[in-house]
Protein backbone atom coordinates (compact mmCIF):
# COMPACT_ATOMS: atom_id res chain seq x y z
CA UNK A 1 0.00 0.00 0.00
CA UNK A 2 0.99 3.24 -0.71
CA UNK A 3 1.46 6.51 1.25
CA UNK A 4 0.00 9.02 -0.93
CA UNK A 5 0.10 11.89 1.76
CA UNK A 6 4.00 11.29 1.99
CA UNK A 7 5.84 13.08 -0.99
CA UNK A 8 9.39 13.39 -1.67
CA UNK A 9 10.58 17.42 -3.13
CA UNK A 10 13.37 18.70 -3.60
CA UNK A 11 13.87 21.34 -0.60
CA UNK A 12 17.34 22.34 -2.23
CA UNK A 13 18.02 25.37 -4.29
CA UNK A 14 21.25 25.13 -4.21
CA UNK A 15 21.99 21.93 -5.67
CA UNK A 16 23.41 23.87 -9.14
CA UNK A 17 26.22 24.46 -7.44
CA UNK A 18 26.29 21.96 -3.65
CA UNK A 19 25.75 18.88 -5.55
CA UNK A 20 24.18 17.00 -2.97
CA UNK A 21 23.33 18.87 0.30
CA UNK A 22 20.93 16.06 1.19
CA UNK A 23 17.67 18.17 0.64
CA UNK A 24 17.11 17.18 -2.76
CA UNK A 25 14.60 14.04 -1.33
CA UNK A 26 12.81 15.36 1.82
CA UNK A 27 9.81 13.37 2.50
CA UNK A 28 6.58 15.60 3.24
CA UNK A 29 3.34 14.48 4.67
CA UNK A 30 0.17 16.00 3.78
CA UNK A 31 -2.72 15.74 5.37
CA UNK A 32 -5.12 13.76 3.45
CA UNK A 33 -8.66 15.76 4.28
CA UNK A 34 -7.37 18.94 3.85
CA UNK A 35 -4.12 18.93 2.36
CA UNK A 36 -1.96 20.91 4.56
CA UNK A 37 1.23 20.01 5.21
CA UNK A 38 1.81 18.15 9.23
CA UNK A 39 5.10 17.96 11.22
CA UNK A 40 6.45 15.22 11.76
CA UNK A 41 5.25 14.86 15.20
CA UNK A 42 1.91 15.37 14.03
CA UNK A 43 -0.83 12.85 15.09
CA UNK A 44 -2.59 11.23 11.76
CA UNK A 45 -5.93 9.52 12.40
CA UNK A 46 -7.41 6.94 9.95
CA UNK A 47 -10.68 6.08 10.19
CA UNK A 48 -11.58 2.71 10.25
CA UNK A 49 -14.18 1.83 8.11
CA UNK A 50 -15.27 4.85 6.44
CA UNK A 51 -11.66 7.06 4.93
CA UNK A 52 -9.55 3.48 5.02
CA UNK A 53 -7.20 4.79 3.05
CA UNK A 54 -6.99 8.29 4.14
CA UNK A 55 -4.62 9.81 7.08
CA UNK A 56 -6.11 13.19 8.94
CA UNK A 57 -4.83 15.43 11.09
CA UNK A 58 -6.47 15.98 13.84
CA UNK A 59 -8.22 19.23 12.54
CA UNK A 60 -9.75 16.79 9.86
CA UNK A 61 -11.25 14.07 12.61
CA UNK A 62 -13.17 17.37 14.63
CA UNK A 63 -14.59 18.30 11.38
CA UNK A 64 -15.09 14.75 10.45
CA UNK A 65 -16.75 13.37 13.75
CA UNK A 66 -18.85 16.57 13.65
CA UNK A 67 -19.69 16.08 9.97
CA UNK A 68 -21.13 12.22 11.18
CA UNK A 69 -22.32 12.76 15.20
CA UNK A 70 -25.22 14.45 16.58
CA UNK A 71 -24.33 16.46 19.77
CA UNK A 72 -26.86 16.92 22.95
CA UNK A 73 -27.03 17.15 26.40
CA UNK A 74 -28.10 14.59 29.23
CA UNK A 75 -30.75 17.15 30.80
CA UNK A 76 -32.43 17.41 27.18
CA UNK A 77 -32.57 13.70 26.83
CA UNK A 78 -34.35 13.45 30.10
CA UNK A 79 -36.73 16.44 29.44
CA UNK A 80 -37.55 14.59 25.69
CA UNK A 81 -38.15 11.11 27.40
CA UNK A 82 -40.61 13.21 30.18
CA UNK A 83 -42.35 14.92 26.54
CA UNK A 84 -42.56 11.21 25.47
CA UNK A 85 -44.72 10.16 28.23
CA UNK A 86 -47.42 12.67 28.32
ZN1 LIG B 1 21.53 21.45 -2.62
ZN1 LIG C 1 -6.48 17.90 7.53
Redesign the pocket.
Known sequence: MGYKMIKIENDCSCCERCGNCGAKRVPHVY?D????EVSGDSKLIRIVGANDDAW??E??LAEWVESVTVTTYAADLVREMHAEDV
Open positions: CGCGALCDC
